[in-house]
T-cell receptor, first 114, second 116 residues
Framework: QKEVEQNSGPLSVPEGAIASLNCTYS??????FFWYRQYSGKSPELIMF????GDKEDGRFTAQLNKASQYVSLLIRDSQPSDSATYLC??????????????FGKGTHLIIQP | GAVVSQHPSRVICKSGTSVKIECRSL??????MFWYRQFPKQSLMLMAT?????????EQGVEKDKFLINHASLTLSTLTVTSAHPEDSSFYIC????????????FGPGTRLTVL
């Protein structure tokens, strides 16, 4: 069973602080890792993707990947109330069989307190 | 940027009827489209992968005779929920892939299906 695990939260963070979101995945062969933001009733919006071990920064967002630990995280610096949403971790568990869509975690509900 | 549309955005139907949902890539040609389903407070679950001009590949547990997928062109894929039942009520979201890399998946706005 290919799984992506996230703490459902809610994770409450004061405005201006760093929000840290975590995700683990089961398939060691996974190649690509994504963080999506989803507002209630809306479809997911891509925040970041990462392929290699280490950190990748884009503005206030930093994705971290550790393939040995099968762990990926997202840091949000200077958190804003508009960052309040559900953050979905997604993994491409491409098996070579042709069906290479994304496997999503259940998401972490993030609340930024003004 | 790449834009994906879905139609309709919301649909309410009676049990036993069939519902067709369209997914269009508006400004690019999509080699592959994906259909996902999301139940309340649950994550997106991949239902099937749709490749233009070939049969869709369904995930384990998804009934291909119930969820008919047609990818007739590089800009249009349709999902037909046949003989819909209340348990099929869900948020259906498609995505379209521009190139070979998985990071180029763009999601549509979703279709909320309610079966009475």
């Amino acid at each position: 069973q290919k799984e992506v695990e996230q703490n459902s939260g809610p994770l409450s963070v004061p405005e201006g602080a760093i929000a840290s979101l975590n995700c683990t995945y089961s398939d060691r062969g996974s190649q690509s890792f994504f963080w999506y933001r989803q507002y209630s009733g809306k479809s997911p919006e891509l925040i970041m993707f990462i392929y290699s071990n280490g950190d990748k920064e884009d503005g206030r967002f930093t994705a971290q990947l550790n393939k040995a630990s099968q762990y990926v995280s997202l840091l949000i610096r200077d958190s804003q109330p508009s960052d309040s949403a559900t953050y979905l971790c997604a993994v491409n568990m491409y098996s070579g069989g042709g069906a290479d869509g994304l496997t999503f975690g259940k998401g972490t509900h993030l609340i930024i307190q003004p | 940027g790449a834009v994906v549309s879905q139609h309709p955005s919301r649909v309410i139907c009676k049990s036993g009827t069939s519902v067709k949902i369209e997914c269009r890539s508006l400004d690019f040609q999509a080699t592959t489209m994906f259909w996902y389903r999301q139940f309340p407070k649950q994550s997106l679950m991949l239902m099937a992968t749709s490749n233009e001009g070939s049969k869709a590949t369904y995930e384990q547990g998804v009934e291909k005779d119930k969820f008919l997928i047609n990818h007739a062109s590089l800009t249009l894929s349709t999902l037909t929920v046949t003989s819909a039942h209340p348990e099929d009520s869900s948020f259906y979201i498609c995505s379209a892939r521009l190139g070979r890399d998985p990071d180029t998946q763009y999601f549509g706005p979703g279709t909320r299906l309610t079966v009475l």
